[in-house]
């Protein structure tokens, strides 16, 4: 068995290469979109981005945390770790669609309150990775979710490409990253 400080410096060694490549990857895709979409592409997702990513800031609520460092672990608190995480993720999901029609009030454009509900689609596909991460996390496998994290990197940026490329508009952006946090689950 190898010890800690071996597999420490591993799981160093190994999520650097895959920041790496995942940076390589995400910057080869931001110039390609850039000089594909239009700025108001950008701007339809960034305001609704604005919205989704203050609700996924309650997301985890130290559920993670808790598995992570709990001495005893059995399947009764995994599930209920999970189910807790399921229903956070089904109320953000609830909260943004309601809240995705008060877009209105700041831009006048129904886009944005269409990418909002489809983008916090994202709280219920990150609430069913959330056992299995927080396991890799308490075993110290941090080779794997790095290899998850890059495989979403990756996903993403050539989904996003080919989605505008094909005319998909702000909707590439979108769709890339649900398909992409999709991949990430499996």
Known sequence: ?????????NNIIFNAA??????????????????????????IVGFAMIFVNFL???????FSSAVVQRKELDDR?????????????????????????ASMWFID???????IKVSALSFLISSISFVPTA?????????????????YS??????????????F???SIVLANLCAGIVMVV
């Open 109 to 115: 454009n129904e886009a944005v309150a269409d990418v």
């Open 18 to 43: 895959a920041k790496i490549i995942s940076v390589v990857f995400l910057g080869v895709a931001s110039i390609i979109l850039a000089r594909t979409l239009l700025p108001s592409d950008y701007g």
């Open 1 to 9: 068995m190898t010890s800690l400080k071996q597999l420490t410096f």
């Open 135 to 151: 396991l890799l996390k308490r075993e110290l496998s941090y080779k794997k979710i790095s290899i998850a994290n890059m495989s």
């Open 56 to 62: 996924s800031q309650f997301n985890d609520l130290g």
């Open 77 to 101: 608190a995994l599930y209920t770790g999970f189910t807790f995480r399921l229903g956070l993720g089904v109320f953000l999901y609830l909260v943004a669609l309601a809240g995705s029609g």
């Open 154 to 167: 990756m996903t993403n940026s050539l989904l996003a490409i080919v989605l505008a490329l094909t005319g």
């Open 169 to 171: 508009k702000y909707w």
